[in-house]
């Protein structure tokens, strides 16, 4: 039997069926339906001849016992007609432990195996003891501060995939209750708790463990949510900014007000600059973003009082978090700084620094002239998306420092021409709709019985040759400092000198996943402070070799950058052939017959092309003009393969290798609203997406060669039939010189989920 998520707990927690039973009284008593009252009545007397189930169960083994009459109990909240429908059961409140499992449920966890204990995914014992906490707010204390948690249930499936289900819990039938050792908190109290979020020490003294009751039991229903991409609006909307293209999301404001359920809500951000030490705004935002407390920093402070702000910021970078600035003591308010507030009618505030690696990227701030919208509970919500503000922010500050053209993905995709029309002809329905008076609910487009085809041209060892380039790049540092510290030659080299060697010597063996961190930590903490030592020494010889070693350093990360810069400038060349050749070549396609295409760049080049007659229903469609893209496709494949292999003084020398997947069914596509792009629709469809990005990894049938191989094609498909075809079509291409006349037919080894592939492999001429 499984145990509490937490032992230690402000509740005592009990399981009882006494509030579901007085509903079922009311129905004995009261329901005009003569069947159902009967049917309460029933069990309200078999429950009477099980004392152990009435009052409060702390022994939890009681529930197995009394399975069959329990389910019975439940009936009305757990219809048979669904239970091979919904993932549902009853639970013990924040506890691990469930019950009365609808067929569904039961049929995952047997999938799951034997040995598998179904539990919360990543609760922290504290959060949930807080959690615990504001449960008893929002109840017993009548709060309203919208208090949630994400629950969710790790799984694997028969497969052993990892599946991930999302829980919501019906709280209906439990009831919480003080103990003789409860406290009772004032309002003022209340709202120095939620000031505090994380200071489990302070909700303890005004929550002790086991000073409340939570009796009852939960309704916790599943949803599979495997596919979900968690807060993908932010994602999508955070600071994602080319400095080639400055567009601003005029939205960005609006869904930070929905994320936080705060319609009066601003929000300002600025970057910080370490080279100047000071924040910097985006000037492409400031119609966008309020910096009312940062402004008052730039403005009210001289330069050296802003360095030290920065450095105390820099190695305390607590949040600073105002529910109601009435609330503050009396010498704050004779601040200047609280004049600002006053002034610009803000009566709830937070100030985030945002730190990674003990860096300062930036500083944010949410303020509302609203008091109490502003609180740890909102904070908390932040965490959730700040790896993706991190993200966004080194990102932006590492391509505009060093100028490096970046295309950013639109985050509102264009529609494609070919599918532009069925997005003009819903508009139009709701926009007539619009002129009659009448509502219109725009329905979803997709495109069905669509023939796919696959194809990518990849950098070989892409992956591997970057691990080669990072040792290579640390390896020259640590010869280049060693160097400098020979030279010097005082009382501190050996220590140095010795750290060095260590890291060296590392690199030999192999890159840990850490190794880079641990370098850039050890370059800002000790070697910067005592080269910047060396340089004012008088020491011209060391000098000398300092200048020579900032030429070769990455000013951005204090790295030296010299082969994976070879190696990037590679493969930045390599993807704007391909795409180039790509893209002219895709006009010469579409006069075939107007198909979905789209292309994705990363080390290498893939694209996804899809041809249907749904989507130009008025040209007529066979096999014919299928057949004639698929002679496009290897067309196209070729003369990339070769572009590649003309491409003279690359400064890293690089491979790829090409592949086409030959999928037997057609597929149905659908535009999804959420992320503004189509998506192969249906868990049937998801397999060729699966087998896709399996065969790039996949092996020829036992050995341990690669599929794919540099300078050729590989054609992988699924029966016999699309292997003949395309064969066919291969010899054609042969015969005109395209195609080298060599031709390997094999067997591709099993991958997980996936077997009895096969696969064509040639040359290009």
């Given at each position: 039997?499984?145990?509490?998520?937490?032992?230690?707990?402000?509740?005592?927690?009990?399981?009882?069926?006494?509030?579901?039973?007085?509903?079922?009284?009311?129905?004995?008593?009261?329901?005009?339906?003569?069947?159902?009252?009967?049917?309460?009545?029933?069990?309200?007397?078999?429950?009477?001849?099980?004392?152990?189930?009435?009052?409060?169960?702390?022994?939890?083994?009681?529930?197995?016992?009394?399975?069959?009459?329990?389910?019975?109990?439940?009936?009305?909240?757990?219809?048979?007609?669904?239970?091979?429908?919904?993932?549902?059961?009853?639970?013990?409140?924040?506890?691990?432990?469930?019950?009365?499992?609808?067929?569904?449920?039961?049929?995952?966890?047997?999938?799951?195996?034997?040995?598998?204990?179904?539990?919360?995914?990543?609760?922290?014992?504290?959060?949930?003891?807080?959690?615990?906490?504001?449960?008893?707010?929002?109840?017993?204390?009548?709060?309203?501060?919208?208090?949630?948690?994400?629950?969710?249930?790790?799984?694997?499936?028969?497969?052993?995939?990892?599946?991930?289900?999302?829980?919501?819990?019906?709280?209906?039938?439990?009831?919480?209750?003080?103990?003789?050792?409860?406290?009772?908190?004032?309002e003022s109290e209340i709202s120095m708790l939620l000031?505090?979020?994380?200071?489990?020490?302070?909700?303890?003294?005004?929550?002790?463990?086991?000073?409340?009751?939570?009796?009852?039991?939960?309704?916790?229903?599943?949803?599979?949510?495997?596919?979900?991409?968690?807060?993908?609006?932010?994602?999508?909307?955070?600071?994602?900014?080319?400095?080639?293209?400055?567009?601003?999301?005029?939205?960005?404001?609006?869904?930070?007000?929905?994320?936080?359920?705060?319609?009066?809500?601003?929000?300002?951000?600025?970057?910080?600059?370490?080279?100047?030490?000071?924040?910097?705004?985006?000037?492409?935002?400031?119609?966008?973003?309020?910096?009312?407390?940062?402004?008052?920093?730039?403005?009210?402070?001289?330069?050296?009082?802003?360095?030290?702000?920065?450095?105390?910021?820099a190695y305390n970078s607590k949040p600073i978090i105002?529910?109601?600035?009435?609330?503050?003591?009396?010498?704050?308010?004779?601040?200047?700084?609280?004049?600002?507030?006053?002034?610009?009618?803000?009566?709830?505030?937070?100030?985030?620094?945002?730190?990674?690696?003990?860096?300062?990227?930036?500083?944010?701030?949410?303020?509302?002239?609203?008091?109490?919208?502003?609180?740890?509970?909102?904070?908390?919500?932040?965490?959730?998306?700040?790896?993706?503000?991190?993200?966004?922010?080194?990102?932006?500050?590492?391509?505009?420092?060093?100028?490096?053209?970046?295309?950013?993905?639109?985050?509102?995709?264009?529609?494609?021409?070919?599918?532009?029309?069925?997005?003009?002809?819903?508009?139009?329905?709701?926009?007539?709709?619009?002129?009659?008076?009448?509502?219109?609910?725009?329905?979803?487009?997709?495109?069905?019985?669509?023939?796919?085809?696959?194809?990518?041209?990849?950098?070989?060892?892409?992956?591997?040759?970057?691990?080669?380039?990072?040792?290579?790049?640390?390896?020259?540092?640590?010869?280049?400092?060693?160097?400098?510290?020979?030279?010097?030659?005082?009382e501190t080299s050996e220590k140095f000198l010795m750290?060095?060697?260590?890291?060296?010597?590392?690199?030999?063996?192999?890159?840990?996943?850490?190794?880079?961190?641990?370098?850039?930590?050890?370059?800002?903490?000790?070697?910067?402070?005592?080269?910047?030592?060396?340089?004012?020494?008088?020491?011209?010889?060391?000098?000398?070799?300092?200048?020579?070693?900032?030429?070769?350093?990455?000013?951005?990360?204090?790295?030296?950058?010299?082969?994976?810069?070879?190696?990037?400038?590679?493969?930045?060349?390599?993807?704007?052939?391909?795409?180039?050749?790509?893209?002219?070549?895709?006009?010469?396609?579409?006069?075939?017959?107007?198909?979905?295409?789209?292309?994705?760049?990363?080390?290498?080049?893939?694209?996804?092309?899809?041809?249907?007659?749904?989507?130009?229903?008025?040209?007529?469609?066979?096999?014919?003009?299928?057949?004639?893209?698929?002679?496009?496709?290897?067309?196209?494949?070729?003369?990339?393969?070769?572009?590649?292999?003309?491409?003279?003084?690359?400064?890293?020398?690089?491979?790829?290798?090409?592949?086409?997947?030959?999928?037997?069914?057609?597929?149905?596509?659908?535009?999804?609203?959420?992320?503004?792009?189509?998506?192969?629709?249906?868990?049937?469809?998801?397999?060729?997406?699966?087998?896709?990005?399996?065969?790039?990894?996949?092996?020829?049938?036992?050995?341990?060669?690669?599929?794919?191989?540099?300078?050729?094609?590989?054609?992988?498909?699924?029966?016999?039939?699309?292997?003949?075809?395309?064969?066919?079509?291969?010899?054609?291409?042969?015969?005109?010189?395209?195609?080298?006349?060599?031709?390997?037919?094999?067997?591709?080894?099993?991958?997980?989920?996936?077997?009895?592939?096969?696969?064509?492999?040639?040359?290009?001429?």
């Amino acid at each position: 039997m499984k145990t509490a998520v937490n032992e230690e707990s402000p509740f005592c927690v009990s399981v009882s069926f006494e509030k579901y039973l007085k509903v079922l009284e009311v129905i004995r008593d009261s329901d005009t339906q003569e069947y159902r009252a009967r049917y309460a009545a029933s069990l309200i007397e078999n429950m009477a001849f099980i004392p152990e189930l009435r009052g409060e169960i702390i022994d939890f083994s009681i529930l197995g016992r009394h399975e069959d009459l329990i389910h019975l109990l439940l009936a009305d909240i757990f219809p048979t007609g669904l239970t091979f429908n919904e993932i549902k059961a009853a639970s013990v409140p924040l506890t691990n432990i469930a019950f009365n499992y609808t067929e569904r449920f039961k049929n995952i966890l047997k999938d799951a195996g034997e040995n598998f204990n179904i539990s919360y995914r990543k609760i922290h014992p504290k959060e949930l003891y807080v959690y615990s906490c504001c449960l008893i707010l929002q109840q017993f204390f009548r709060k309203d501060i919208k208090v949630s948690i994400p629950l969710y249930y790790d799984i694997p499936s028969r497969n052993g995939v990892i599946k991930h289900y999302k829980i919501t819990v019906n709280s209906d039938y439990t009831t919480i209750s003080p103990t003789r050792n409860a406290v009772f908190p004032n309002e003022s109290e209340i709202s120095m708790l939620l000031e505090n979020m994380d200071d489990l020490k302070l909700w303890k003294k005004y929550f002790p463990p086991q000073s409340w009751t939570l009796s009852g039991f939960n309704i916790i229903s599943l949803v599979d949510a495997t596919t979900e991409v968690a807060l993908s609006d932010l994602k999508s909307a955070l600071i994602e900014i080319d400095p080639q293209n400055l567009m601003p999301n005029h939205n960005l404001k609006e869904i930070f007000r929905s994320y936080f359920d705060a319609p009066e809500l601003n929000f300002g951000l600025m970057l910080f600059n370490r080279r100047n030490n000071s924040l910097e705004k985006i000037k492409v935002y400031e119609n966008i973003f309020t910096n009312h407390i940062l402004d008052f920093w730039l403005g009210m402070f001289d330069e050296k009082t802003r360095k030290a702000t920065f450095q105390n910021i820099a190695y305390n970078s607590k949040p600073i978090i105002v529910t109601n600035v009435d609330d503050l003591e009396e010498e704050v308010k004779a601040l200047p700084s609280f004049q600002i507030l006053k002034s610009n009618n803000i009566r709830s505030f937070m100030v985030i620094p945002i730190i990674k690696d003990s860096e300062l990227l930036a500083i944010l701030e949410f303020t509302s002239p609203v008091a109490d919208c502003l609180d740890g509970l909102k904070l908390k919500k932040l965490e959730f998306i700040f790896d993706i503000i991190v993200y966004s922010l080194k990102r932006f500050n590492f391509e505009k420092d060093n100028q490096i053209e970046a295309i950013i993905q639109q985050e509102y995709t264009a529609i494609h021409e070919s599918v532009a029309w069925k997005f003009r002809a819903e508009a139009e329905k709701k926009y007539n709709a619009l002129l009659a008076g009448k509502k219109y609910a725009l329905r979803e487009i997709s495109f069905s019985g669509l023939v796919p085809l696959f194809g990518q041209t990849d950098i070989r060892a892409s992956s591997e040759k970057r691990q080669e380039c990072l040792a290579g790049d640390l390896k020259q540092q640590t010869i280049a400092l060693s160097e400098i510290f020979e030279t010097a030659d005082n009382e501190t080299s050996e220590k140095f000198l010795m750290a060095l060697d260590a890291f060296r010597e590392e690199l030999s063996d192999y890159i840990r996943a850490d190794t880079e961190q641990r370098f850039q930590h050890f370059l800002r903490s000790e070697i910067a402070p005592q080269l910047l030592i060396l340089e004012n020494s008088g020491n011209r010889k060391v000098h000398q070799l300092l200048k020579r070693y900032q030429r070769n350093t990455f000013h951005r990360y204090g790295v030296f950058y010299n082969q994976r810069k070879l190696l990037d400038d590679s493969i930045t060349i390599i993807n704007r052939k391909l795409s180039e050749i790509l893209e002219k070549k895709q006009e010469k396609a579409q006069q075939i017959f107007p198909h979905y295409f789209e292309m994705f760049k990363s080390d290498g080049v893939e694209y996804n092309l899809f041809i249907g007659p749904g989507i130009a229903p008025e040209l007529p469609f066979d096999k014919s003009v299928v057949r004639k893209l698929k002679i496009w496709q290897l067309e196209t494949l070729s003369r990339m393969e070769k572009s590649v292999s003309r491409i003279s003084g690359l400064p890293y020398p690089l491979e790829v290798a090409s592949l086409i997947f030959a999928y037997n069914d057609t597929i149905e596509i659908r535009f999804r609203m959420d992320e503004k792009r189509f998506d192969v629709d249906g868990a049937y469809n998801s397999y060729y997406e699966i087998i896709k990005k399996r065969l790039e990894k996949a092996f020829v049938k036992g050995s341990k060669e690669r599929l794919t191989q540099p300078g050729k094609i590989t054609i992988v498909y699924l029966d016999e039939d699309r292997g003949k075809d395309y064969l066919e079509m291969v010899k054609k291409l042969q015969k005109k010189k395209i195609l080298s006349p060599e031709t390997e037919m094999l067997e591709v080894e099993d991958m997980q989920g996936v077997s009895g592939l096969k696969a064509i492999r040639i040359s290009s001429l």
